[in-house]
Nanobody, 124 residues
Framework: QVQLVESGGGLVQPGGSLRLSCAASGRTYNNNYNMGWFRQAPGKEREFVAG????????FYSESVKGRFTISRDNAKSTVYLHINSLKPEDTAVYSC????????????????WGQGTQVTVSS
């Protein structure tokens, strides 16, 4: 099994920045897992925002966040990060990380394990 725990969310003013963390653990977790960040705003479906492969740290993003979001991982700490810059009110959502075996996956079904999520609220 794999456990994922997100942290780092909070209330931020527009234009601000945040770093979200996703700590992975569990008997079957290893750094070969591909990791993704998703978000779900009130009344909307969960959407993919960023992913990073386990084999070569290749990163990929949704068009809506490209240039503002950066995903990275620290394998020594089994932790994946999502750096968010120039936050906008429309970035308000619960952000969740996920682990899966399919490189380059953007679909929710491709991820096997999910964290509980961390709330990000962008408001003045």
């Amino acid at each position: 099994q794999v456990q994922l725990v997100e942290s780092g969310g909070g209330l931020v003013q527009p234009g601000g920045s945040l770093r979200l963390s996703c700590a992975a653990s569990g008997r079957t977790y290893n750094n070969n897992y591909n990791m993704g960040w998703f978000r779900q705003a009130p009344g909307k479906e969960r959407e993919f925002v960023a992913g990073i492969s386990g084999s070569d740290d290749w990163t990929f993003y949704s068009e809506s966040v490209k240039g503002r979001f950066t995903i990275s991982r620290d394998n020594a700490k089994s932790t994946v990060y999502l750096h968010i810059n120039s936050l906008k009110p429309e970035d308000t959502a619960v952000y969740s990380c996920a682990a899966g075996r399919l490189k380059g996956a953007r679909a929710r079904w491709a991820y096997d394990y999910w964290g509980q999520g961390t709330q990000v609220t962008v408001s003045s």
